[in-house]
């Protein structure tokens, strides 16, 4: 896989500690991420929300421009990028992914958890840039399982299986740089995992402290 990662702003660093929190997801393909993104965005649509891309790609049979990817031209990717609207971005063959920053951190002021799906690269620039962002990998229960779920998909040829197996083993290989790591061997059990991991950033005490202004300020100060 042709992969190019460009951070816009290497010395760039945004400090949030707003009353949500910035959460990227990473996973290898077949772990089971965007289905239990899914199912977490549908249990706590109050609690979190999902930023959504920019691509080059052409939009596939099914997909919505603005709910799966912000679908723009070449040259309007390039143009962002120059201006620095990315958090970060990736060029993948001829295409381009990126993250942008205005829409993240609008959705942030909303008051609600922004999920970025984004790989360990993505993740790791976007923790560069915005320190306070909480890192999450998911992990199958064991390569074996990993491989089973891949060639259960019935689509793919043994040659494209072991690709997508050594792309999952460079992915997988990264898990350490996540300070939460859920491992998807029971479907419930991995979404009930990932609800903790995001119902506790509102428990932060910085972040109770601003949705509580009056209760905190009530309080004496230690004697």
């Known amino acids: ?7 816009i ?3 760039a660093r945004t400090r949030i ?7 990227t997801i990473s996973a ?3 772990a089971g991420k965007t289905s239990l993104v899914k199912a977490l965005l549908e249990k706590r649509p109050d609690e979190v929300t999902v930023s959504v891309s920019h691509a080059t790609r052409p939009m596939r049979p099914g997909e919505v421009d603005g709910r799966d990817y912000h679908f723009v031209s070449v040259e309007d990717f390039e ?16 295409n381009y992914y990126g993250t942008s920053r205005q829409a993240v951190e609008a959705l942030l002021e909303q ?3 922004v999920i970025l799906e984004i790989d360990w690269q993505g993740a790791r620039q976007v923790k560069q840039q915005i320190p306070e962002t909480v890192s999450v ?16 998909r019935g689509t793919d040829d043994p040659a494209v ?3 997508r197996m050594a792309d999952a083993d460079r992915e997988m290989a990264h898990f350490r740089d996540a300070e939460y790591l859920v491992i998807n061997d029971d479907f419930d059990q991995a979404l009930f995992d990932l609800e903790c991991i995001v119902h506790n950033q509102s428990l932060l005490r910085e972040r109770q402290e601003r949705r509580h202004p009056q209760l905190i300020a009530s309080i004496p100060d230690e004697k």
């Open 1 to 7: 896989m042709s992969l190019e990662w460009r951070l």
């Open 9 to 11: 702003n290497p010395h």
């Open 17 to 23: 500690m707003r009353q949500s929190a910035l959460i």
């Open 28 to 30: 290898p393909s077949g």
């Open 79 to 94: 143009r962002r990028v120059e201006a620095g609207e990315f958090l970060e971005y990736a060029r993948v063959f001829d």
């Open 111 to 113: 008051g609600r958890h």
């Open 137 to 152: 990998f998911i992990l199958p229960p064991s390569r074996d399982e990993l491989r089973r779920r891949l060639t259960g």
């Open 161 to 163: 299986i072991e690709r």
